[in-house]
């Protein structure tokens, strides 16, 4: 490493010669750590600015390392830069005004530095301090957080968000990585709690917070008036109509107001204006010319924006370019300012403007892999000679998983390697000349004559970096999210279909009692009590064409007992299947390690922990010696694929062949290429049966199959035929088994019998149905996302022509590909006129539902195969089908969508390197219903928790159900909802189960109804959003004991406060309730001269204890003829009477205990 203090010290620009792209953070963590300022780098794009700032760290533990990133949105865009790129950006212009107390490195892109930024006081004087202590009106608080940028919501979950509930107050800060809890006693700040926004759980005590802005659009008064006054004067009376002006002249944030940030402030600065003089400046050669590039895009979007400009109140003004950005002639005259030094991949000579660094790129392995050499021997025999030659030989790998993979690889080559954490200890270890490998997940490696440092994507070839996200549990959010909406369907077990009308307070003598309110046939009204809910389920399913049951009826009595019984034939069916399967054998499949390791290594993702476990759970499978039956769930590209593939590659090395059947001929022919490539290089031979496959090839095929000459096949149905033989078949990987026909689906159940099965599907299974099934059918879910889905750049925004056809062409200039999705085949005609008047130079292909299966497939096939660009159809966008060349999704009217559809379609695009970009379209000018704003909000909170994949299950629970079970059951779905269904099923597998271990069988549960005079409800002033409301309702009945129902009273305090009376007198009740349900008590009537206590079917338990225990109450209790047990006692207040019952219930609870115990 040449001398840095010549750069320290240099009044001119340097060129930094001979810096390889992979020793950029090396080189940059040096000079920080060198410099008595700081060190900036300015890369050429967001890729090079992350490749920087997520491993400069390795090579400098005590570096801080910040990222200042540009808008993620267009110039002059409808849409506002994402919350968290605001909130990183103002933390970063915030952290180069507090001073450093470590060596500070600040990564940014030039695109970033071409913007102007609020001015180095403004910043200052923008942040708020607040610790225990400080008074604040909570109207004043609101007004600041409004003024800051934040958006208030009913639950926290993203950066740039706040909530206010009684006392509390929970703001998501910018630069903080988790929330923060502010709780009040009156005005004045009591206390500051981290907290988790996944689990909405306090996680610790801040002493203080400096709170920065979550935007750089401010409206406070003078902002509001400074811009009402330049707007005018720009653009004239006409415009005062603009939602825009009308937006801030209200003070009301709009969505890309902040593209009008010059005419909020009274000046704005460059992100030189926040350096000190000390500070050194790097910028990649590259970001020169793509300065330049950004500067022309600037123009360019400026110019469409002013010609589409009317004069008409609503239209889009933009601003001059120079207002919001710096000209070439700024940027070139800022960077002359200070001697900002250049880095550069070649070598240059020394000189006083060069300083050559001595970094060439490592050694490139692509001629081995070109040629199909082994290219781990290549490698073990480079990093060996690399020893011999006196140079420290190193190896970075993306991860712990695939460190242990490449070591044991170069091992068997003959060169073992040794594990380093830190940088200086692997250069320590080096030394010696043995191989040293590392976690480092750098992209391509460098070399000077002391050294060489290969990496993964070096050896191996392009891999795809997944940044690691912090996996949340999300089940809270996810019930609040799944709550009732009023108009829902529900079914109650006893009355049948119903519609959810929302809470209604109830009398209950003197106090009131909150109750959920349902309708039946005829307008009849029922009303369930907040502690019974368990009575209740979504009806969940498809609610067209649904009949509410008449209250009281018989039908429903009737069509319940007909569905439990056929029920119980399929649990039977299921116990029999997996219990014949259990005696059958199967040949032993085992993985030999070394082709097996070569093989994984062709794989470009790191394996997330679910994919892991699902691969193991399937070789775990193929060693068992018996019969794989397993089902393999995960959305569209979670890496199913995967798992077949190294199943297939198991199987295949053992001398057993592979067929591979998927529904369609499209999805065939992708596996078909995976497959293929996958396979090369190895002594198997992959093959193809479908209609789209020439008849002569066909032929062949199927005679190499009866041979046992070929391996693997891959093909439709066709490979079900009967002309169809193996020699030795051992494996079937069967693809979304739910969409063949019955005549395919027995097929496949007969090949059961003896094969190893492995079905792959896209439908998420429902949890609880997959815990009831265990020992039945393995399961395997993959949950987590290969991908980085924030990759997927979503904008929620009313339809924009402009927007749109900018959004298309930019996927067309870039060799891409789009979709457009429409709700209704009924839209799709107008969107098709609209391609063709603002988008000619597109081509485009539609597909829909009415089409025939065959010509549906032919255009999308021609769309797979490039021959159009824009696919514009409704929701059946093949489920299964990976196009990485697609990369922009627009959904029409996606306010008409449901979470589940919105969400799985936007998995459609974001499968490569590209950044995706996702719009939700609305309707121009029409308000939307407040539930499918949320939906549309909701939406961009998911990725935040990386619960995308569980929420998919809430929506889309019915057809998991049918596809776990291999037989159609929606008709019986639709007669009673899925959740009961769900929950029927679950009873009848247990009950079976249990019958089978001579188990006795579970009594029968029951709801206890228990009218007592006592305030029972969580208050709306306590709680204000209904649905956060009925999930907490509904959380407490579902709690199983009294630890669950005292984590829940925790965590409401936690949430919102101190619990209001009726609430602690819900929990009271949900107490009593539970020992009711032990002692067998339907119903506990509190009036006012005593208390009746009805048992179900009026049994106890324990009668001879009853008994016993009834004497022992002398005098104020007395069990009647028909069994009912009287108490005569008063109890004068609401707390008493509360508390009368819990003991009265914990009693009866232990007796009925005891009995169990003894039976």
Not at 1031 to 1056: Q, S, T, V, W
Not at 1076 to 1093: H, Q, S
Request: net charge negative.
């Amino acid at each position: 490493m040449p001398d840095l203090s010549r750069i320290l010290a240099a009044r001119a620009p340097l060129t930094l010669s001979s810096v390889a792209r992979g020793a950029q953070p090396l080189v940059l963590a040096d000079l920080a750590r060198a410099s008595k300022g700081r060190a900036i780098f300015i890369a050429a794009d967001d890729a090079a600015m992350r490749a920087v700032s997520e491993t400069a760290h390795f090579f400098a533990p005590e570096l801080e390392v910040i990222e200042f990133p540009a808008w993620d949105c267009l110039p002059y865009d409808r849409a506002s830069p994402a919350l968290t790129v605001s909130a990183k950006r103002l933390s970063a212009l915030h952290s180069l005004q507090s001073g450093k107390a470590s060596s500070q490195l600040l990564v940014t892109t030039v695109n970033a530095v071409l913007q102007r930024v609020l001015t180095p006081f403004r910043i200052r004087e923008s942040v708020r301090l607040f610790k225990p202590g400080i008074e604040i009106g909570h109207a004043s608080l609101s007004a600041l957080l409004q003024r800051q940028g934040y958006s208030r919501t009913d639950t926290v979950i993203d950066a740039g968000e706040y909530a206010v509930r009684g006392s509390i107050f929970d703001i998501f800060p910018s630069g903080l990585e988790s929330g923060l809890r502010l709780d009040f006693f009156g005005d004045e700040l009591e206390s500051l709690r981290l907290f988790d926004p996944a689990t909405q759980m306090s996680t610790g005590i801040a002493p203080s917070h400096l709170l920065l802005p979550a935007s750089e659009a401010l409206l406070d008064d003078d902002t509001i008036k400074r811009f009402r006054g330049r707007y005018r004067e720009m653009f004239g009376a006409a415009a005062t109509g603009d939602p825009l002006y009308q937006a801030v002249s209200e003070g009301r944030r709009q969505a890309g107001m902040e593209h009008w940030l010059p005419l909020f402030e009274d000046k704005l600065a460059t992100l030189f204006d926040h350096l000190g003089a000390d500070d050194q400046i790097v910028i990649d050669a590259g970001a020169i010319p793509a300065g330049d590039e950004r500067l022309k895009d600037i123009a360019d979007y400026h110019q469409s924006r002013q010609a589409a400009a009317g004069q008409k109140a609503g239209s889009y003004r933009p601003i001059s370019e120079e207002a919001l950005y710096l000209t070439r002639g700024e940027f070139e005259a800022v960077l002359a300012g200070w001697p900002v030094h250049r880095t550069t991949i070649f070598a240059e000579p020394e000189s006083d403007k060069a300083l050559d660094f001595g970094f060439e790129s490592a050694r490139d392995f692509t001629p081995e892999r070109a040629r199909g050499d082994n290219i781990y021997a290549a490698a073990a025999t480079h990093l060996q000679a690399l020893g011999k030659a006196g140079k420290r030989p190193l190896l970075a790998t993306y991860s712990a998983g695939s460190l242990a993979r490449i070591s044991s690889i170069l091992s068997e080559a003959g060169t073992p390697t040794v594990t380093a954490e830190t940088w200086q200890e692997a250069l320590g270890l080096a030394a010696k000349g043995k191989p040293v490998a590392m976690v480092l997940p750098l992209e391509s490696g460098f070399a000077n004559d002391q050294m060489e440092l290969l990496t993964e994507q070096d050896i191996l070839g392009d891999r795809l970096v997944r940044r690691k996200k912090k996996r949340k549990d999300a089940d809270a959010f996810l019930a609040e999210l799944s709550a009732l909406n009023k108009g829902d369907l529900v079914v109650h077990t006893d009355h049948g279909i119903g519609r959810y009308l929302g809470l209604e307070p109830i009398s209950a003598g003197k106090s009131l009692h909150d109750c959920v309110m349902l309708e039946y046939a005829g307008g009849d009204k029922l009303y369930i009590p907040v502690e019974n809910l368990e009575v209740l389920s979504r009806y969940g399913s498809s609610e067209d064409f649904v009949q509410l049951d008449k209250l009281g009826g018989e039908a429903w009595q009737r069509r319940s007992a007909r569905l439990k019984e056929r029920i119980r034939e399929i649990a039977g069916e299921l116990m029999r299947t997996a219990a014949a399967r259990a005696l059958r054998k199967a040949p032993v499949l085992s993985a030999d390690e070394s082709s097996f390791n070569q093989f994984v290594d062709r794989f470009p993702w790191e394996e997330t922990d679910d994919q892991d476990r699902a691969i193991s759970d399937v070789l775990g499978d193929l060693e068992s010696g018996r019969p794989m039956d397993r089902l393999v769930c995960g959305d569209v590209g979670f890496g199913k694929t995967e798992v077949a593939l190294r199943a297939a590659f198991v199987a295949a090395m053992n001398g057993q062949q592979v067929a591979v059947v998927a529904p369609t001929t499209l999805l065939a022919r992708q596996h078909y290429t995976n497959f293929a490539e996958r396979f090369a290089g190895f002594p198997l031979k992959v093959g193809r049966l479908s209609r789209l496959v020439p008849a002569k090839e066909m032929a062949d095929t199927r005679k190499e199959l009866e041979a046992g000459t070929m391996d693997v096949v891959i093909g439709t149905h066709a490979i079900l035929s009967k002309s169809t033989q193996f020699k030795d078949l051992g494996l079937v990987i069967v693809d979304e088994e739910q969409r063949f026909g019955v005549t395919h689906k027995e097929k496949l159940k007969q090949l059961r019998a003896d094969v190893h099965v492995l079905t792959l599907t896209a439908t998420p299974i429902p949890r609880t149905l997959q815990m009831a099934m265990a020992g039945l059918r393995e399961l395997s879910t993959i949950q987590t996302p290969p991908v980085d889905r924030l990759a997927v750049r979503t904008y929620v925004m009313e339809w924009d022509d402009m927007v749109m056809r900018e959004a298309l062409l930019r996927e067309h200039h870039r060799g891409g590909q789009s979709f457009i999705v429409v709700p209704r085949i009924a839209d799709m005609a107008d969107v098709e006129a609209w391609l063709h008047e603002h988008v000619p130079e597109v081509k485009a292909i539609s597909a829909h539902g009415q089409m025939s299966p065959t010509e549906v497939e032919e255009r999308m096939g021609a769309f797979y195969e490039r021959k159009y660009e824009v696919l514009l159809s409704t929701t059946i966008v093949e489920s299964g089908l990976d196009i990485p060349t697609a990369n922009t999704i627009i959904i029409h009217r996606a306010d008409r969508f449901g979470l589940a559809q919105l969400y799985q379609l936007r998995g459609r695009v974001g499968r490569s390197k590209l950044r995706a970009y996702a719009y939700l379209t609305t309707p121009k000018d029409r308000a939307l219903s407040e539930i499918a704003e949320k939906r549309l909000k909701v939406l961009g909170d998911l990725d935040s928790l990386g619960a995308g994949f569980q929420l998919a299950s809430h929506d889309l629970d019915i057809r998991g159900a049918g596809n776990l079970l291999g037989d159609e059951q929606s008709g019986h779905i639709r007669e009673v909802g899925f959740e009961l269904y769900q929950s029927m099923l679950e009873d009848a597998i247990l009950a079976v189960k249990a019958g089978d271990m001579g188990l006795e069988r579970q009594r029968e549960s029951v709801s206890p109804q228990i009218t007592v005079d006592a305030p029972i409800m969580i208050p709306e002033e306590y709680v204000p959003d209904l649905a956060v409301r009925m999930a907490l309702y509904r959380r407490l009945n579902d709690a199983r004991d009294k630890a669950e129902i005292e984590a829940m009273a925790a965590e409401m305090i936690d949430r919102f406060g101190a619990l209001p009376q009726p609430t602690s007198n819900l929990i009271r009740l949900i107490e009593i309730k539970h020992q009711a349900i032990e002692a067998n008590i339907a119903k506990i009537d509190v009036g006012a001269r005593g208390t009746l206590v009805t048992f179900h079917k009026d049994d106890f338990p324990d009668g001879p204890g009853l008994i016993a225990y009834v004497d022992r109450l002398a005098g104020t209790a007395k069990l009647r003829p028909d069994m009912k047990l009287v108490i005569n006692r008063a109890w004068n207040d609401p707390i008493s009477r509360l508390n009368g019952l819990f003991q009265l219930t914990k009693g009866l609870g232990n007796i009925a205990r005891k009995a169990a115990r003894r039976g």
